[in-house]
């Protein structure tokens, strides 16, 4: 497995690339798809459509959601296709990484004439600063 600095600057570039060539203003679908395709074509592994299991937090498994791509084993993609970025795409993908025990997450927006890619990680001392720094900026 690449270091995932450097799998997150491919996928950036891979994302940035579809959306020059595509612009914007297709459905999620067409840009997950040609995401998909690039990044395999690159040599990367990706599963398309997921299931991803979900922990409680005493490590019970309490069921499963659907990601729209995991890249290598250890990167949870989640795209959209919104005019921009919302404090629920943010809750969202930060929940699938906590939930998911998963460190690491890209946000990728390719509805906006503005390409937008956030990328987020998940890690065992910071959940707590995380989850309040969340829930005082949704008050």
């Keep these: 497995m690449r270091d995932i600095k450097t799998l997150c600057d491919q996928i950036r570039q891979v994302a940035f690339a579809i959306h020059v060539y595509h612009g914007h203003g297709h ?14 074509k690159a040599g990367l592994q990706v599963l398309q459509q997921q299931p991803i299991q979900v922990f ?57 004439y503005k390409f937008g890619i956030r990328k987020y990680t998940w890690s065992e001392p910071t959940r707590k600063l995380l989850t309040i720094e969340k829930t005082e900026n949704l008050q």
């Design 27 to 40: 459905l999620e679908k067409v840009y997950e798809n040609a995401l998909v395709h690039r990044l395999r």
């Design 56 to 112: 409680d937090e005493d490590g019970a498994l309490i069921g499963d959601y659907i990601a729209d791509l995991f890249v290598e084993n250890c990167l949870i993609i989640e795209l959209k296709t919104a005019k921009m970025l919302a404090d629920e795409h943010i809750a969202q993908i930060l929940g699938y990484l906590k939930s998911a025990r998963i460190e690491h997450g890209l946000l990728i927006n390719f509805g906006s």
